[in-house]
């Protein structure tokens, strides 16, 4: 596709369910990123992958967070036991992974999460 | 411990005034400063900045980076109502051109007509 995708727009789940959150970069780009927007804040930074490995996954909050990209395209991020305090905008975004524009990302739309 | 801080956090103007937005970091070896722009929810790219005192400009937005004071600011002149979003400074973790960008809180700018 011409841009980063994310799916779904938008997810309501109830405390303590199980949420995917998939993230389609554009295509040719090696490096991508899931940042959580909460509002009123700006993105914060939850894992980077270039290529297939997660290159810096410092940034997940705890182990209920994992999120994998098995052919360095397609990523999808996976929550466990949702919390109330997980609700948030989940942003993917990916980069061509060097060169002159290194640095500036492509975002997605996002996938808004709510935990009820 | 905020890296990246920006004020005002929110600004009102009406069409045709010029703003100055700013934001002021704080990162181990320092490589680039970014701006964007976040209009509903997808930030869009505006500028990276990597040496001082140089200016980039892109239409009516511009912006400037002080290595020395640690802090860039955006510009726009003559605003209009498509101008209304939050706009975003990042620098990127311990000056890798890849990886984490640590974001400041945004400006909301609001452009009446």
């Known amino acids: 596709g011409a841009g980063v995708s994310q799916t779904p727009s938008n997810k309501v789940t109830e405390k303590g369910k199980y949420v995917e959150l998939r993230c389609d970069p554009i295509s040719g780009h090696t490096a991508l990123y899931w940042y959580r927007q909460s509002l009123g804040q700006g993105p914060e930074f939850l894992i980077y992958f270039q290529g297939t490995g997660a290159a810096d996954d410092s940034g997940l909050p705890n182990d209920r967070f994992f999120a994998v990209r098995p052919e360095g395209s397609v990523s999808t991020l996976k929550i466990q036991r949702t919390e109330r305090g997980d609700s948030a905008v989940y942003l993917c975004?990916?980069?061509?992974?060097?060169?002159?524009?290194?640095?500036?990302?492509?975002f997605g739309e996002g996938s808004r999460l709510t935990v009820l | 411990e905020d890296k990246v801080v920006q004020s005002p956090l929110s600004l009102v103007v009406h069409e045709g005034d010029t703003v100055t937005l700013n934001c002021s970091y704080e990162?181990?070896?320092?490589?680039?400063l970014l701006w964007y722009k976040q209009e509903k929810k997808a930030p869009t790219f505006l500028f990276m900045l990597t040496s001082s005192g140089i200016e980039k400009k892109s239409g009516r937005l511009s912006s400037i980076l002080d290595k020395k004071e640690l802090f860039s600011i955006l510009n726009i002149t003559a605003t209009q109502t498509g101008d209304s979003a939050v706009y975003l400074c990042a620098v990127p973790d311990r000056g890798s051109t890849l990886g984490r960008l640590y974001f400041g809180r945004g400006t909301q700018l609001t452009v009446w007509p």
């Open positions: 975004a990916s980069s061509p992974g060097g060169g002159a524009m290194a640095g500036e990302l492509f």
């Open positions: 990162v181990t070896n320092f490589r680039s």
